[in-house]
């Protein structure tokens, strides 16, 4: 089944468009874990520094993919000096974490990919 020009465009924005609003979720994602998880987390992993929950949203969200990171991958849990320390924190908390971290990427896959191949497309 061959699809014509305005419908694969439609798609492709579609998929655009879902992109975003996966964002706008993840958004409420990194509310959530500002409010409830990140001051905890900080006193574990950062000895008590408050770096993104004492700021704004921004800097909860950069907060949220690094210690998702850290929880991930062991490279950079040695490079941010955590990784003895990652163990301390409880798993249903790396969990979260780690999805948002996931949820994060597919919006940005879906947003960025679906514009670029948009742009090839056309």
Request: aromatic fraction near 18%.
């Amino acid at each position: 089944m061959i699809l014509d020009d305005h419908t694969v465009k439609g798609i492709i924005f579609g998929s655009g468009a879902l992109g975003g609003l996966v964002f706008i979720i993840w958004l409420g994602i990194v509310i959530y874990l500002k409010k409830k998880w990140l001051s905890e987390l900080e006193d574990i992993l950062d000895n008590g520094c408050r770096t993104f929950s004492g700021l704004g949203l921004f800097f909860a969200g950069q907060g949220v993919l690094r210690y998702a990171t850290v929880f991930l991958w062991r490279f950079h849990a040695k490079r941010f000096g955590m990784l003895e320390k990652r163990e301390k924190v409880p798993k249903h908390i790396q969990r979260w974490f780690i999805f948002a971290f996931f949820w994060f990427m597919t919006s940005v896959l879906l947003f960025f990919g679906s514009a670029a191949v948009l742009q090839i497309y056309s």
